[in-house]
């Protein structure tokens, strides 16, 4: 089952909340959000730890059941290398500024995939402050 996305802003949009800023969604059934969203919808609420465990990359939902792997949505924070060779993309040193080169290989795709960085994903900040209102 899809995720039904919805903006939880107490039903009301504020304009100064992390969802109507950020336009954030969250699963109106499992309360996914962000890099804490597994691939398909478990139609029921996850708890902060579930919830915590599918952001680290550790369980995902797919097919009806919860497997022991990386969910698509972090795969390029914790499974990049593979990610980005399914796009073509082979790891090829360090750029200037320290961060990864990758370089195309034969059938590769024709657009690089951006790598999402792990401090660029909110709510790897501080979960505590970032919990969906209640
Ligand atoms: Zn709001
Ligand atoms: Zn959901």
């Not at 909340?17 to 609420?45: I, S, V, Y």
């Not at 795709?109 to 790897?124: K, L, N, Q, R, Y």
Request: hydrophobic content about 30%; some cysteine; glycine content about 8%.
């Amino acid at each position: 089952m899809e995720h039904d996305w919805i903006n939880p802003c107490a039903g009301v949009e504020c304009y100064s909340c992390m969802w109507c800023d950020g336009g954030l969604e969250m699963c109106r059934n499992c309360h996914a959000f962000e890099g804490a969203t597994p691939d398909e919808c478990p139609q029921k609420e996850m708890d902060w730890q579930m919830a915590d465990l599918v952001y680290k990359g550790i369980i995902n939902f797919r097919d009806g059941n919860w497997y022991g792997e990386c969910a698509q949505v972090m795969r390029p924070v914790y499974d990049l290398d593979n990610y980005m060779a399914e796009h073509g993309y082979i790891r090829d040193g360090l750029n200037n500024a320290g961060n990864p080169k990758w370089s195309k290989i034969e059938n590769g795709t024709d657009s690089i995939p951006v790598p999402i960085h792990e401090a660029s994903v909110p709510g790897s900040i501080n979960r505590n402050e970032e919990q969906p209102p209640t």
